[in-house]
């Protein structure tokens, strides 16, 4: 298994009203890796309602499962977006693993999927097509222009908020009220 453990992994990535890519308008992500090379997140509050796993995987085994239906997906990031991406809780794990912390994994193989729809995989999970991607210095440019505020990760956050309620609660988790923000920002 693979450790995450540097920079702003494990941290949320809330974006700001001052944020101008509207793909993440809104959106709160989940660092899973930042190094001196860039930086990988999964944007953890964007559902994608009209498509099923099942439309997206071709695998008979999965497909024949009626449970595979009852897996949201997430619009994870517009990097790879036919990928699956798996954040969870960290007791499962397998060769593919990306521990980013004590509480939360990332996996990205079909293993992982098979053992979620026979009741044999993680405890909490959030399946997401692709993910956001930033080159070396390019996540640091976007926090100096104020893109993002940055909050502790937390799993509760992760799995348990409604996505509609989770940049709210991000930013109310920094102390910040989210009606005072604004895109005008205080540099000379």
């Known amino acids: 298994m693979k450790k995450s453990k540097k920079f702003l992994s494990g941290k949320f990535l809330i974006a700001s009203p001052s944020m101008t890519d509207p793909r993440f308008y809104k959106s709160v992500i ?33 497909n024949n499962n009626s449970n595979i239906d009852n897996i949201p997906i997430t619009y994870g990031g517009p990097v790879d977006t036919k990928k699956g991406f798996i954040l969870h809780t960290s007791e499962f794990k397998d060769e593919t693993t990306i521990k980013v912390d004590s509480e939360i994994s990332l996996t990205s193989n079909i293993n992982i999927l098979k053992s979620i729809v026979k009741g044999e995989g993680p405890r909490r999970s959030l399946f997401a097509l692709g993910y956001a991607g930033w080159f070396a210095g390019q996540l640091e440019e976007e926090l100096t222009n104020d893109g993002w505020l940055v909050a502790p990760g937390n799993s509760k956050l992760i799995f348990e908020c409604k996505a509609e309620k989770k940049w709210t609660q991000a930013v109310k988790s920094i102390g910040i009220n989210p009606n005072f923000l604004s895109s005008n920002s205080g540099k000379c």
Request: charged letters at 20%; zero cysteines.
């Open 30 to 62: 989940y660092i899973i890796t930042h190094k001196n090379e860039g930086a990988m997140g999964i944007v953890i509050n964007q559902p994608i309602i009209q498509t099923k796993i099942k439309n997206i995987i071709n695998n008979e085994e999965l």
